[in-house]
């Protein structure tokens, strides 16, 4: 999700297959440890919250 040349034709080629975009959900994801938030080192954050 990180490349615009992607993402600005990934909408229109879908509207272009189905005729239309109903929903668009971003769930572009990293690797983490599981923590309380509390306790994520901040370069772990900074990573994952840009």
Known sequence: MN???ITDTS???A???YGRLD???NNAA???P???MDQVPEP???HAMP
């Open 11 to 13: 909408i229109p080629a």
């Open 23 to 25: 929903v668009a959900f």
């Open 3 to 5: 490349n615009a040349q």
């Open 30 to 32: 990293t690797s983490m």
């Open 44 to 46: 772990d954050f900074d």
């Open 15 to 17: 509207v272009g297959l």
């Open 34 to 36: 599981p923590a309380p």
